[in-house]
């Protein structure tokens, strides 16, 4: 946010204005200067906040979260993909999703399948949505459900059967959701896992046919099971996980690398190409990252 990233250089011109016995009002993200000298408190941000699961839970689920809108103004929240579905409850007003094309209500329960391109979700003061990150293909670990490339890029309310109860979610949250996937599981392997594991380890950048080698199954194959299990082909995950080692490393690189060394690094065939994946992939240029 602007009020956090320019604090310093805003409170130098609020000084200097003072010296001119000037009063600064700028938009609702600055410091503003009262002609009593005095400064007002930042705007509250949008809360956030992420929970591990209880540690028999730890192979499946990755977290919950909770999010909580701003009570100063309504905003867009983008979110990029990582290969992960999601369950999400709303505990708020109506709360519009996947770039405004989804309204989510009141009470009821979404799927949220894995993504391989950004969401908008528009975030007011009412809104409060409660949720779980799943880890990659155990989505099967507690339903028994549709193929997961059915859910692909989408938002789908759940049946009432098997969504979240409101009381209990209101009540104690977080203990609720590990008693209800606890109660749920219905078997500790992940078809997938050791793909997976391939995968991470060198970030992305393994083909496909070398993975399909590696685990003793065939090209067709592993692609009908991530689809099954995922909801994307691997070449598709592998890309996400590629994508999202590049963006750790522009974010925490201090300038220390240049563009066309972590394109380089993350197997980008040069800056040109890793800066469409991130157009692709977020809706932004590195710069606005």
Known sequence: MIWRNEIHFQVLIC?????????????????????????????KAIEYRKIKPHEELE????FYWELKGNELERQWERVFPDGCAGILMNLGNTCLTDNGSVSMEFGKTYIVGAMTSFKDSLIDSDTHLLGVCLKPATFANFYSYASQNELANETVE??????????KMLDSPFNYLDNFFYDRIKGKNNQLQSVINDIHSINGQLSIYELSKRNCTTVRQLERIFKKLIGISPKEYSNIIRFQYALSLIRNSNKNQSF???????????HSHLTNEIKRNTGLSPLQL
């Open 15 to 43: 000084i200097f204005a003072k010296l001119l016995d000037l009063e600064v009002i700028q938009d609702m993200y600055c410091v503003q200067l009262q002609i009593d000298g005095h400064f007002p408190p930042p705007p």
């Open 59 to 62: 192979p499946f689920i990755h």
């Open 260 to 270: 066309s060394e972590i394109a380089f690094e993350c197997g980008y065939y040069d």
């Open 158 to 167: 759940f049946e009432k059967s098997k969504s979240f109860n409101i009381s």
